[in-house]
T-cell receptor, first 115, second 113 residues
Framework: GAVVSQHPSWVICKSGTSVKIECRSL??????MFWYRQFPKQSLMLMAT?????????EQGVEKDKFLINHASLTLSTLTVTSAHPEDSSFYIC???????????FGDGTRLSIL | AQTVTQSQPEMSVQEAETVTLSCTYD???????LFWYKQPPSRQMILVIR??????QNATENRFSVNFQKAAKSFSLKISDSQLGDTAMYFC??????????FGTGTRLKVLA
């Protein structure tokens, strides 16, 4: 149980395009979803926390206009990287949890490469 | 603020041997959770083991066990009978039970044949 699916697993696109990454909780309702970014050989950096039906809470230094997060339902959150540039290339991981005091369950990540 | 420190950037161990990865943390909370996650080259985050601070007994999962020292704020991971598939980055994480996880910087473990 507690499976989180992330799609796509790998995307390559041209500079200036927008890219949407989906995070789905397959067998539970996720009250909260998290988006992380991971640079090579580094730890996970929390970008934002999203609760269903409300605006995401962004960590300090993360551009909310660049990284749009939508958590429209209890099983789906999306991260859109707008007008992506090569410096946005990274590994993005989502996670979801069922409720307060419940642990996070991680998706398999998305490798984003901007040419 | 809570912090998590993993002081060993890289470690190696011979296959079938035992290795211990260290993790220390700082918090003023009395109840919290601690995790070890494994991230193999595929980059999935795999939960290895979890410890609740109010439980004195150390958690174990097959070949993986922890040495949880609450007073010392230490949470080390012992891997017994190391296997080639254990080669991965290992992250220690702290969670107060609300809001976000605090991750350590990771330890890259290589199991040698």
């Amino acid at each position: 149980g507690a499976v989180v699916s992330q799609h796509p697993s790998w995307v390559i696109c041209k500079s200036g395009t927008s890219v949407k990454i989906e995070c789905r909780s397959l067998d539970f309702q996720a009250t909260t979803m998290f988006w992380y970014r991971q640079f090579p050989k580094q730890s996970l950096m929390l970008m934002a926390t999203s609760n269903e039906g409300s605006k995401a809470t962004y960590e300090q230094g993360v551009e909310k206009d660049k990284f749009l997060i939508n958590h429209a339902s209890l099983t789906l959150s999306t991260l859109t990287v707008t007008s992506a540039h090569p410096e946005d290339s990274s590994f993005y991981i989502c996670s979801a949890k069922m409720g307060d005091y419940q642990p996070q369950h991680f998706g398999d990540g998305t490798r984003l490469s901007i040419l | 603020a809570q912090t998590v420190t993993q002081s060993q950037p890289e470690m190696s161990v011979q296959e079938a041997e035992t290795v211990t990865l260290s993790c220390t943390y700082d918090t003023s909370e009395s109840n919290y959770y601690l995790f070890w996650y494994k991230q193999p080259p595929s980059r999935q985050m795999i939960l290895v083991i979890r410890q609740e601070a109010y439980k004195q007994q150390n958690a174990t999962e097959n070949r993986f066990s922890v040495n949880f020292q609450k007073a010392a704020k230490s949470f080390s991971l012992k891997i017994s009978d190391s296997q080639l598939g254990d080669t991965a980055m290992y992250f220690c994480a702290f969670w107060s039970g609300t809001y976000k996880y605090i991750f350590g910087t990771g330890t890259r473990l290589k199991v040698l044949a």
